[in-house]
DNA sequence: ATCCTCCCCTAC
DNA sequence: TAAGGTAGGGGAGGAT
């Protein structure tokens, strides 16, 4: 990496990675990212770069100092000065902190800060400048009431020279505040095509060549045509449905109004008073039921929801199929295994009948016809599933708010106080709430009730398909000793691995293992967890608000760059995308990173990742795992 | 002791 | 025709 401002600091990063061993390498034309950066430090400062620091002056004597974030000039150039000062410096809060430097700060972690005032860096600079120690308050970051909270400011450079990237991350929102910055307003998200970005469609079609990352409207069309990006954003949107409708929530309950009414006389249901019922409710194979609706004729069969039309074959115009036929042309010793050439179409949900023969969810297509030759295919119907999300949200809404969105299709619900004001059983509530959604949807879903979100979870997963079941405090030691480990969360492809290789496989075999056994084997946390997992304890509690702390966009597929100039206006696209994103939800950011994973030498098609990662508060890295589990980057 | 960076892993 | 996104928990090992 070039350019000394970013260097070492939380700033921006541009990685590329060899697939194959998993080296790190610069990438030279794009490591120029800093110079920009670089070139804004103050002239004050240079000397002290790179140099052994020297004692100057007294004026910061017993300041001790702690650096937050990103600062202008950074922590490096702070650290110096204090040295060189007579103050003390650390990049964490102590007990001897005098004085917290920021130039920007998420307001979660203000709360989170005790006395100690918060001031600009700028207060170092200057003291130093006049000679003596100036008065901090003049330099509060936030003067009490009116906070401006500053910005990361994607500023949308002018392609000019191609030697820098187009598009620079910077936090100066201290130094010359900025409330409304010059910040360009990108075009909205669902813009009319332009004439030559529908030429450039209609060429790539009539070639029968299907679209790169280099094609300026690729990035939407991506993202029209992704069920990953689709589940990712309702999801987003749910979280935050429920926050907003806690917020502005009168307190008011139509669906449990009639029900209580319903249940006015009658016998009703004793619950004491300690013990908490927590539901997860989950739709049955959601994608796969959504079609269902308009096709009735397919119910009862083997039916997979894919892009790909029926056929074990990849399409040749395809991605997988291009893949393929360009391997055939190598030489035999050329060749590395890139697998038959089934369909590589992902499945994303598939029916209870499917599942009988084998097939899973995220399964390819080609490897799933081979377990059930008989598999029907539907595409995907986007505006479906935003259509019964939606009446799934809203009609558990009108029971209650405690709600813990967790995809577009699942959430779960502490249904406690719900349970003791209608005087309903969890066997009543279940049966009412699991109607009222089959008829408001046309699609079925299960429901599950435990002390825990760990037992509700396991009850909903007896009770599939279209079902309800209730996991009572008596039962569950007895039932967790047959519950296969890979039944639970958190419990995916490589714990299993680990777990099995032992014996592992039930969450009775763990119950004999000492924990410490298991965190070695897990590590700390992990295998904490996993010891309570296996009796059924789960202490942590439903979450009803959430606090995004990232936004990230990534794209993982078709990216073939052939010219640098085709890589830089896909960072354009990308940063643009993030900072939509960001502006939609009006979050600032301390910082950036950007990373782009390169193929490996041995990989047939030329394709990179690329990922572009903003996040507010403390951590920002973006991440993903394209080269392990076979694929081929 | 606590934090940071760079990951790995998981869920939907 | 295919569309391998996204957010968060957590660990290893180094820095402070
Ligand atoms: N690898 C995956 C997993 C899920 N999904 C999508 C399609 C699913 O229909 C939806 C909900 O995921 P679930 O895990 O709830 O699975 P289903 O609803 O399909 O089946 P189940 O009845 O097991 O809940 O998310 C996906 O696209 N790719
Ligand atoms: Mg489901
Ligand atoms: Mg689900």
Known sequence: ?????????????????????????????????????????????????????????NIFEGISIFVNGLTRPPADELKNLMA?????????????????????????????????????????????????????????LYNNQSRTQPRLDFTVMQKTTGSKVPVQA????????????NMEVPSPRNQDHTEIENKSA?????????????????LQEFYQNSRLHLISTLCAEYKDLVNKLRETSDGHFPGKDKLIAKKAEGPRAFYPSFASVVMHIDMDCFFVSVALRKRPDLRGKPLAITHARNGRLAN?????????????????????????????????????????????????????????????TQPYDFEGYKEVSNILYRTI????????????????????????????????????????????????????????????????????????????????????????????????????????????????????????????????????????????????????????????ADVNYGIRFKKLEECYTFLQSLSDEVFNRMSAVNMTAKGLTLKLLVRAPEAPVNICWLNMHVAHGIYLYGEHNAGRDGSKV
Request: contains cysteine.
């Open 1 to 57: 990496m070039g350019g000394g401002f970013c260097r070492g600091k939380r700033k921006a990063n541009l990685v590329a990675r060899d697939m194959r061993n998993g080296n790190k390498q610069n990438v030279p034309e794009l490591a120029d990212w800093g110079n920009y950066m670089e070139a804004k430090r103050l002239k004050l400062l240079d000397q002290f770069h790179n140099s052994e620091v020297k004692r100057i002056s």
């Open 170 to 181: 910077t936090s100066n929102g201290i130094a010359i505040p900025h409330e409304q910055t």
């Open 84 to 140: 060189a000062h007579g103050g003390e410096f650390h990049m964490y809060q102590s007990s001897s902190t005098t004085h917290l430097i920021a130039s920007n700060l998420p307001n979660v972690k203000i709360k989170n800060l005790g006395r100690v005032p918060i001031v600009k860096p700028s207060w170092i600079v200057d003291s130093i400048a006049m000679g003596k120690l100036l008065d901090f308050k003049r330099y509060l």
């Open 202 to 218: 209609i060429d790539n079609k009539g070639k029968g060549i299907s679209k790169t990352a280099a094609d300026p409207s690729f």
């Open 397 to 552: 809404a009108s029971y209650t708010l405690d709600i813990e969105a967790v995809s577009c299709d699942e959430m779960y619900v502490d249904v406690t106080k719900l349970l003791k004001e209608t005087g309903l059983t969890v066997e009543e509530w279940a049966t009412h709430i699991r109607n009222e959604i089959m008829e408001a949807t046309g699609c079925p879903c299960s429901t599950g009730f435990g002390a825990n979100r760990l037992q509700a979870r396991l009850a909903t997963r007896k009770a599939k398909p279209a079902g309800q079941y209730y996991l009572q405090a008596d039962d569950v030691e007895s039932y967790m000793t047959d519950i296969p480990l890979s039944d639970l969360p958190g419990v995916g492809r490589v714990t299993l691995s680990k777990l099995s290789n032992l014996g592992l496989s039930t969450c009775g075999d763990v119950q004999m293992k000492s924990l410490s056994f298991i965190q070695a084997l897990l590590g700390k946390k992990a295998g904490q967890t996993l010891k309570d997992q296996a009796r059924g304890v789960d202490s942590r509690p439903l979450n009803f608000t959430h606090e995004r702390k990232s936004i990230s």
């Open 316 to 376: 040749e115009n395809s991605h997988r199929g291009a893949e393929f036929k360009l391997w055939e042309h190598l030489e035999p010793g050329e060749k590395v295994d890139i697998g038959d050439r089934d369909s590589m179409s992902e499945i994303a949900s598939c029916s209870y009948e499917a599942r009988k023969s084998g097939v899973r969810n995220g399964m390819f297509l080609g490897q799933a016809i081979k377990l059930c030759p008989d598999l029907k």
